[in-house]
């Protein structure tokens, strides 16, 4: 098998210059994994990565769903429709992508997005919105196709964007924190394990920390009787419903310029650059084209735009081989399709899990991926910029409806090429 050791280091631009970079759709290094290999390199530690993913997001990005669609006067079947959209695409574009080029490609829907949708739905009817989805994914696709995308990235420092990336994942950490002090009966267990099978490998050799924490969960949970599901039934399946878009110019030019960054920038590249820390090389432009693509069948499901998951593949990548951590991605991706299908009661029953067991099991699961990020931040070169974006994107500031991490980026890099003129020089850059 090909070694996929990364060409990028901390010093060079996100997106590393390779022998097929003329290319426009970057081609798998490898062939794609079958049944066999499937079978071969599965492992419960790739099980357990891939659950803790759907875990993740089926909790709390899909209670920002439903409180964000609730907010805007959608009707139920309009929220099952969206909920359905969301794990449809995320789970064939995981697959697809994930089984194709052998590496763990985990792909979700748009949180910055759904939040800026909150203010847009008290104004613009749903069916307007709608017509933004489609128009978005339009353009984020046309924008793979032409390959500016891998352009635009291949620009940016990896030490400035990983800053981004560990101001978006330190509310993960400070969860930790949060969830110990408000419920301990559920996560002192929880951290405790972590720690035990962490600081003990040959413990954690035979049950891997994040498992073992996930285990651990489940146990605290049950024995405190904390598990408060609503006794009024719902419906079980997921009925996807249509709704006809409407194309209006303040609705166009409210939104679909913001969705498209925050899947692009925000979104996709959190998604690369966790991917290229975890030694995996992400097709980038394939990874727009995908998400544009997707974000189109979103829409007719009335869902908001399709992306790859930075806190996703960060779950992912947590531990294992990484030619083996495909398969935990194949998992997520199955349990997707299962959760699409399933979409109403499977959000039934997260609600019911006390807050404290997902606050926890999240943080501790992107521990790794938090420490990996402020080191490739500020371990080596253009740490000012690095600080300004960790900043700008800490600040949640909101400037024309676009997430504070693309703005994070923008003057984060424009400070470093002003104050920091010396590593620019010296650094490679893609063509």
């Known amino acids: 098998m090909p070694s996929h050791t990364s060409e990028q280091s901390t010093r060079g631009p996100l997106v590393a210059a390779a022998p ?25 530690q790739y099980v357990a990565n891939g659950v803790i993913g759907l875990i993740f997001s089926a ?38 992508m994930s089984l194709l080029y052998r590496q763990p490609l985990g792909f979700a829907w748009s949180i910055p997005g759904t ?15 709608v017509g933004t989805f489609f128009v978005s994914g339009l353009l984020i696709l046309a924008l793979g196709a032409t390959g500016v995308v891998r352009r635009f990235m291949a620009a940016i420092p990896m030490p400035i964007v990983m800053a981004m990336v560990a101001a978006v994942f330190l ?39 994040v498992l073992g924490t ?36 303040a609705a166009q030019l409210e939104l679909v310029v913001p969705l498209a960054i925050t899947v692009l920038i925000v979104q996709n ?28 069948v979103n829409a007719a499901f009335g869902a ?25 991605a194949v998992v997520y991706g199955m349990l997707s399709l299962v959760c699409a299908l399933l979409a109403p009661t499977l959000t039934q029953y997260m609600l019911a899990t006390p807050e404290a067991f997902i606050l926890a099991l999240g943080g501790l699961a992107m ?42 980026i923008l003057f984060g890099y424009i400070l470093s090429r002003l104050m920091e003129r010396h590593d620019h020089a010296s650094s490679p850059q893609a063509p």
């Open 269 to 296: 590249g959190q998604g690369v650059v966790v991917l290229r820390a975890a030694e995996h090389k992400p097709p980038v432009n394939v990874f727009a084209i995908i998400s544009g693509s997707f974000s189109i």
């Open 59 to 96: 909790s709390g990005p899909i209670a920002v769903t439903l409180a964000v669609g609730a907010a805007g006067g959608l009707s139920q079947a309009e929220l099952a429709s969206w909920v359905f959209g969301i794990f449809l695409s995320a789970g064939l574009a995981t697959l697809v």
């Open 214 to 249: 996930l285990a651990t969960g489940i146990i605290a949970v049950v024995a405190s009787g904390q598990f408060a599901l609503d006794s009024s039934p719902g419906p079980i399946f997921a009925t996807p419903v249509f709704t006809a878009p409407e194309f209006t110019w």
């Open 367 to 408: 521990f790794k991926a938090l420490q990996q990020a402020f080191v490739a931040a500020f371990s080596t070169s253009f740490t000012i910029g690095a600080l300004v974006t960790f900043v700008v994107t800490i600040s949640d500031m909101n400037l024309l409806n676009i997430h504070a991490a693309f703005w994070g």
């Open 304 to 328: 908001v735009s399709a992306c790859v998951s930075g806190p996703t593949n960060a779950l992912l990548t947590s531990s294992g081989d990484k030619h083996r951590q495909y398969t935990g």
């Open 171 to 209: 509310r993960f950490g400070t969860d930790i924190v949060t969830s110990s002090q408000a419920n301990p009966v559920i996560a002192g267990p929880m951290v405790l394990a972590f720690v035990v099978l962490s600081a003990v490998p040959v413990l954690g050799k035979y049950l891997p920390p």
């Open 20 to 44: 097929s970079r003329s290319r426009l759709l970057e081609r798998p290094e490898v062939r794609p994994a079958g049944l066999r290999d499937l079978f071969r390199d599965v492992a419960p």
């Open 115 to 129: 939040v800026l949708l909150g203010p847009s739905l008290q104004h613009l009817s749903f069916p307007e919105v």
